[in-house]
């Protein structure tokens, strides 16, 4: 059964980069039918996506976060990892980590999801 | 990249069914058949539910079904029961290799 488990710190100072990492168990991130994304919920407040990988490295991000994501992938680790540069009390949410089949809006498989809250 | 558009509240009674709508644009919804449902119960993660458009994943109930129509997507849901009552999320491929997000409903079991 695959897993998703997103790690990071809960907390981020407002003006520094939010930093996660997504780790899956169960399968391997290099399967070329799939993507892997980014994913996050402000409390109270309905689900943005945030950018997915490609196991070979390309990205994709929403047009809207995009000077401020970096994501990234690991294939020896078996992890992505989501860096939000710049971050202000708007940018804290739920983040989720989530798999997604190639060219398609399925996103199959979902990380239980981590609190990250930007306050000083 | 604004979000898709749901009603923040439906409701029904048990028994009844409700339709959920979720409007995009033609650079979305309508210019492909890929938008998918999802559940949210509070402090879980979301659940596929429907897929390209008015599929169902192994396991999700046949009560659950989606059709689309230009550029607005509908997740209807009959015979409603008491566990149905949580967020409902549509999401659609939007070119690109990009995805938009619906704002979610509320659904109220009655």
């Known amino acids: 059964q695959l897993q998703l488990q997103e790690s990071g710190p809960g907390l981020v100072k407002p003006s520094e980069t939010l930093s996660l990492t997504c780790t899956v168990s169960g399968g391997s991130i290099s399967s070329s039918s799939y993507y892997w994304g980014w994913i996050r919920q402000p409390p109270g407040k309905g689900l943005e996506w945030i950018g997915s990988i490609y196991y070979s490295g390309s990205t994709y991000h929403n047009p809207s976060l995009k000077s401020r994501v970096t994501i990234s992938v690991d294939t020896s680790k078996n992890q992505f990892s989501l860096k939000l540069s710049s971050v202000t009390a708007a940018d804290t949410a739920v983040y989720y980590c989530a798999r997604t089949v190639v060219v398609t809006a399925i996103y199959d498989y979902w990380g239980q999801g981590t609190l990250v809250t930007v306050s000083s | 990249q604004s979000a898709l558009t749901q009603p923040a509240s439906v409701s029904g009674s048990p028994g009844q069914s409700i339709t959920i709508s979720c409007t995009g644009t033609s650079s979305d919804i309508g210019g492909y058949n890929l938008v998918s449902w999802y559940l949210q119960h509070p402090g879980k993660a979301p659940k596929l539910m429907i897929y390209e458009g008015s599929k169902r994943p192994s396991g999700v109930s046949n009560r659950f079904s989606g059709s689309k129509s230009g550029n607005t997507a509908s997740l209807t849901i009959s015979g409603l029961q008491a566990e149905d009552e949580a967020h409902y999320y549509c999401?659609?491929?939007?070119?690109?290799?990009?995805?938009?997000f619906g704002g979610g409903t509320k659904l109220t079991v009655l």
């Open positions: 999401c659609s491929y939007a070119g690109s290799t990009t995805f938009k």
